[in-house]
């Protein structure tokens, strides 16, 4: 049996939007395997994320953060995309548009088949020139022991990610806003809400008229402000929702069976 209950408010909701905003948080990797780099993993254990991902630190030590990258890199590449992940790009079969907005840097939304991704925090795969601002491409599943150099300038290559005291990418924010601004719905997921301004795309959705539905297995800032929340896995819980829909989608009166009588 499940431990949760999908409300009829947001199947209707979901059945009848033109337009989705998906806001996922590190929860969704979890699910996948991915760890939060926060416990106890060799040598990497006596380092906190707050001393490694930051400009100064790598900065001051470019091979130590461009080594916990690749360790971290290494433990992604050997991950895969989990139900949840799928469930959102079934989402893209029933609803007109849906966006995926991810504070997750480690592409898997991406992998699983999501077509429009704005990525808050980054992408762990990609890196650019920390002076010209150039790309610079590793190659899919290529690693590199020492830091790189940049093509054009020679400056140190770093990854492409948001560290702690960084602005998030402009054009990756516009977009998210615009997203969750359009939005008829907006699901977060295997969030905590805590990390601003990420955690503000919800209230930017629902102040603009969508529902937001909160998908967690345990209640946070976020669930409190929804207007649905439902404690479980994004792996069983979107999964339901995508059949519940298809289902209402192959029988529209499904959700009002007395009527017509
Ligand atoms: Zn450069």
Redesign the pocket.
Known sequence: MSSYALPRLLLERLAAADSVVVFTGAGMSAESGVPTFRGAEGIWSRFKPEELATMDAFLRNPQLVWEWYTHRRAIIATVQPNAGHRAVVALEKLIPRVAVVTQNIDNLHRRAGSTVVHELHGNIERNY?V??G?PHDIGPGKTSAGVPR?A??G?LVRPDVVWFGEMLPDDEWDAAVRAASGADVCLSVGTSGVVYPAASIPAIARKAGALHADVNPEPGPLSETADVFIKGLAGAVLPDLVTRLEELRARPNITSPEEGH
């Open positions: 020139c002076t010209c150039t940049c054009s300038c400056g």
